[in-house]
């Protein structure tokens, strides 16, 4: 995983002191392991998925869910698990978790995917008290209201960590120093609080304009940050304390995992829009689905020279985007001909890069990336001489946070021989691991496509961007549409470096589910699937419903989990249609999504009949769906009324 070694953090002042030392040693890190692993090719596919998960406590009586802070204390009984590895993460309610190894380039491994997920959730809930459950969630919807963990915190805006008016500091986990220290020194450096402002959602009845009354105690001229139309959030845990799902794989070679990273990028946007599961933001239903800009926000450390609002004096470079943000470089060579965005570089580590021989196009990744200070460092890590150690580079690497990570091998041993991976981390948690399962084989299905079909959906970098803006839009995946490349199945002309790409803009159903023009993903995916040999017909029919998932989201059959719960929201007696959810639509809402993990109850116009169908054209028999027969022993009505 990043990083987490551990020591004394630094304030901010030693922090900033010591950033060119920890950047220095960290390009010279990376020059040791390109220099050995450049040319080390042959590396088996394989890949590996991340959850986040959230641990909630539900007070029946009270019609009340809360936040539980229980993750330092589960993670230490979770440490010599067998069945998995279990992180620490941004808030003690989070858990995160990864398979115990990855799995093979064997498509049946996919039989055992959502299994797998069912059982980490599970094994970390069996640690748990009565009322308190592990759910997928991508945002709680009243993070940073009033009690909204158990144990309840008040805030404290003079408290020196997140200085917030709504997130109480001791909702970060502390079984660890990272993420304080990072809290405090991204406000620290930025020299004020994190501000992030989202766009409400305005309903029949709420106030126009809509201005927010902020719990301002102390100062009251906090008043003046409420911005008409927006909530507005002050810390970062609003954005670190949200959840997602990513999945790592593993390229043959340097070579390859350049070509998949690049190839996978333009589709970043549209499996956000796809997954996306954000719409409500303390306690207000919003104008968006997705996290994306949130945490963007919520982790953004710029100083006002890099933000452009001055001129540059003590800072070096004028920063374009967020720590947090969409990548601005494609890294193989056709892919450059779409880079067409500034990528601000630290000129001194380019040189460096370059003089000792690692390419042009990898230098300029790592440079762009080392503009950033360290935001977190430990006092024991200052000083090492080990020529094994890649801890400055992974400091500066994991605090990148971007849509994809070019992830170079780890040099020290390597017995287990991990060769260079490419993560996708765009995509927002599903409630149920068969969505999570279908969107994990999404993505790797795609990489076995662009390989064995040679699709190239390379775009320019700043249409990528805007499809990112355009994906977290309200209903984006049924409304919106996206650049995309006329062609796929062209590919550059690499010696007269010309351009192949003509731009269109698609929906996300032509997409998918193709239109006259072009065949679409899914079908894409189909013919793939059509090519396998020795796979199994479970498997088989597993990843046809994954892939009709994906299709069936697409075209509206099904809801994002976003829509979900806005018309969850919407349908709730208690809802006065003024945009504000509270305590009680809350816990129904979070009830339900538990409801749905659990398969105690399927979602509205759900899978029930979308998995009879393909079941029924693929094996002739439905036994074959895990909990199906308990299911229909369930209804919405006879299990709200039982809880
Ligand atoms: P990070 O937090 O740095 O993104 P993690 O270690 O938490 O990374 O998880 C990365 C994922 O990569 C896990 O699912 C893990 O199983 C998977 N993985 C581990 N080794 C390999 C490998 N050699 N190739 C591909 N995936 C791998
Ligand atoms: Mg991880
Ligand atoms: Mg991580
Ligand atoms: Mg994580
Ligand atoms: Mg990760
Ligand atoms: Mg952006």
Known sequence: MGLLSSGTPLDWTETKKNSWNIRNSGIEQFIRIYKKFKNSCNYPFKWGDEIEFTLVRFDHDQKKVQLLLKA????????????????????????????????????NTFKYLEDNMDLRRKTIEALLDQNEHVIFLTSFPLLGCDEFTYPSYKPSSNKHISSSIFYPDEIIFNGHPRFRTLSRNIRERKNKNVSIYVPIFKDKNTLSPF????????????????IEDHVYLDATGFGMGCSCLQATFQAESIEE???????????????????ASSPIWRGY???????????????????????????????????????????????SEPGQLYNDIELVKDTEFYEKLIKNKVDKILA???SHLFIRDPIAIFKEKLTSDDDQDVDSFENIQSTNW????????????????????VEFRPVELQFTSFENSAFCAFVILLTHAIKQFDLNFLIPISKIDENMERAQKRNACLEQKFYFRKNVFEQEDLIAKQKTCELVELSIDEIINGNDEFKGLSEILFDYLCMIENI???????????????????????????????????????YLHDSVVDNEVNYDLIWHIYLITNRKIEMINSLNVLLVIVIAASLGSSKTIAGKEQDDDYSEESEINSK
């Not at 333009?266 to 997954?275: H, K, M, Q, R, W």
């Open 72 to 107: 330092e204390q589960l993670l230490e009984k979770l440490k010599d698990s067998n069945i998995a590895f279990f992180h620490p993460e941004y808030a003690s309610y989070m858990v995160e978790s990864t398979p115990i190894e990855p799995f093979s380039f064997d498509l």
């Open 211 to 226: 201005v927010e009354k902020l719990p301002c105690p102390e100062s009251p001229e906090c008043q003046n940050l409420a």
């Open 257 to 275: 995992a350049k070509h998949l990273y690049d190839q996978l990028l333009p589709l970043t946007p549209i499996l956000l829009a796809l997954s």
């Open 285 to 331: 239903l919003c104008d968006i689905d997705c996290r994306w800009n949130v945490i963007s926000a919520s982790v953004d450390d710029r100083t006002d020279e890099e933000l452009g609002h001055l001129p540059l004096k003590k800072d070096k470079y004028r920063v374009y985007k967020s720590r947090y943000d969409s990548v601005d470089s494609f890294l």
């Open 364 to 366: 300029e990744h790592v």
């Open 402 to 421: 971007q849509s994809m990570r070019f992830k170079p091998p780890p040099i020290r041993d390597n017995a287990e021989k991990i060769g260079w991976r």
């Open 536 to 574: 199994e017909a479970f498997a088989l029919c597993k990843l046809k419903q994954y892939i009709k998932l994906i299709s069936s989201r697409a075209n509206g059959t099904l809801m994002t989990p976003a829509s979900y719960m806005r018309k969850f929201v919407k349908d709730h007696p208690k």
